[in-house]
């Protein structure tokens, strides 16, 4: 079955504590993103990854890591978790370019910095 | 600059009600790509639609439809005879080709809420 595998799907933590949340896609797409959803503001792009070693900024890429070793996995790490950083976050992957196709989304992760 | 606006935050109904969701962007691409996108409850984005800007067809998909216009740069949802599993946020996209197209990103709008009451 194609998806994507985002763990964990909660988690809550402390303030400037790293942590990691993983995202695994089984379907061979070249292109994976992190979106962040926040209530009114919808979905917005953290980062996104054209290959493997290939990682650029979106839109609110700040205090957010990424990296693409495997063409399979995209981890997102939050290397010091501020209390602004709760929120729904969801990794995408999508096969080609241009934009064209449809993305499949991981079940997402909801994550609380307290 | 690309954008999806999503005018309604909520909309209630009762059961059998017809509801459209409206969708309005703006891109500078002449070539770009539509999406819906269905979240109920349980948090998971759900893909429904996606249309290109050279298909203005309408499409008919059970009680789900879709009407796009290039004239007023709309892509409206419509629910026929709503029903109380249908009560989710619904989210309309767009990515463009040359001015998105690096990014391969989907610029979201900020979602409705719908709430079918029963």
């Known amino acids: 079955e194609a998806q994507v595998t985002q763990n964990p799907r909660y988690l809550i933590t402390v303030t400037g504590k790293k942590l990691t949340v993983t995202c695994s896609q089984n379907m061979n797409h070249e292109y994976m993103s992190w979106y962040r959803q926040d209530p009114g503001l919808g979905l917005r792009q953290i980062y996104y990854?054209?290959?493997?070693?290939?990682?650029d900024k979106g839109d609110v890429p700040e205090g957010y890591k990424v990296s693409r070793k495997e063409k399979r996995n995209f981890p997102l790490i939050l290397e010091s978790p501020s209390p602004n950083q709760t929120s729904l976050y969801f990794c995408?992957?999508?096969?080609?370019?241009?934009?064209?196709?449809?993305?499949?989304f991981g079940q997402g992760t909801r994550l609380t910095v307290v | 600059a690309q954008k999806v606006t999503q005018a309604q935050t909520e909309i209630s109904v009762v059961e059998k009600e017809d509801v459209t969701l409206d969708c309005v962007y703006e891109t500078r691409d002449t070539t770009y790509y539509l999406f819906w996108y269905k979240q109920p409850p349980s948090g998971e984005l759900v893909f429904l639609i996606r249309r290109n800007s050279f298909d203005e067809q309408n499409e008919i998909s059970g009680r789900y439809s879709w009407n796009f216009q290039k004239s007023t740069s709309s892509f409206n949802f419509t629910i026929t005879a709503s029903q109380v599993v249908d009560s989710a946020v619904y989210f309309c996209a767009l990515s463009g080709t040359f001015y998105g197209g690096a990014t391969n990103k989907l610029i979201f709008g900020t979602g409705t809420l719908l709430a079918v009451q029963p």
């Open positions: 990854s054209m290959n493997v070693e290939v990682t």
């Open positions: 995408a992957s999508r096969s080609g370019s241009g934009g064209s196709t449809e993305a499949f």
